[in-house]
């Protein structure tokens, strides 16, 4: 691609009662920096299956843009995760922020079983963690509103190529975080968000050698 991306980052507000969402406070920080040849809109999307999707619905009908990167939570996890595939269904028993609970049923009723990121997945770990940072390929972007709102963005793509391309990333719990959740705190993971914000930076100032198609 020549000359400025066009790129829209998307966090997500706090769920599960966490008292802030990682996914959120890094676009906050980001949007405060400028970025070579990128243009970068920034939506903080609900965690709502209903709301998400109706956001980047309207956002998609006014802006063309070449690449989405979302971003979401995934406490538990240890490393930077770069999402490869959304499955076309929602099925969790935790309900989303508007109290709801969505279990075996497809995000798209006529749409394929599953879309894969055309973006090279692999190539964005191995860059990361030669900067130090740990991060890692994930097939499994859940069944709740992370892989809900990554198959919709892939879908628009792959049936109106807007975006062109889409990637979904997941982070780790912050340390504070963890510390909340003392005394049952031992085996759980956790990443310093100057680390994730430094992550997210490197995959968008870089982003063109890892597009595949």
């Not at 802030?20 to 676009?27: D, E, M, R, T, Y």
Request: hydrophobic share 35%; proline share 5%; with cysteine.
């Amino acid at each position: 691609m020549d000359g400025k991306l066009r790129v829209l980052l998307t966090g997500f507000e706090k769920f599960g009662g966490e008292k802030v969402n990682p996914s959120a406070l890094i676009l906050k920080r980001i949007s405060k920096k400028r970025i070579e040849n990128r243009i970068i809109d920034f939506l903080i999307l609900p965690v709502s299956y209903e709301k998400s999707i109706k956001i980047l619905e309207e956002y998609y009908s006014k802006n063309k843009v070449d690449i989405v990167i979302h971003l979401g939570q995934a406490g538990g996890r240890a490393t930077i995760n770069i999402e490869r595939v959304a499955v076309n269904v929602m099925d969790s028993i935790h309900p989303d922020n508007d109290e709801k609970i969505v279990e075996n049923k497809k995000i798209i009723p006529n749409g394929e079983d599953a879309y894969m990121t055309k973006l090279n997945v692999k190539k964005i770990a191995e860059m990361l963690n030669k900067k130090k940072i740990p991060a890692s390929v994930s097939y499994t972007a859940g069944q709740y509103i992370c892989n809900e709102v990554y198959y919709y963005s892939l879908h628009n793509s792959s049936e109106k190529n807007n975006p062109k391309y889409v990637l979904f990333i997941h982070v780790p719990f912050l340390p504070e975080q963890v510390a909340d959740k003392y005394p049952k705190n031992s085996n759980i993971p956790s990443m310093s968000l100057q680390l994730q914000i430094k992550a997210v930076e490197e995959i968008l100032k870089n982003i063109e050698q890892f597009l595949t198609e």
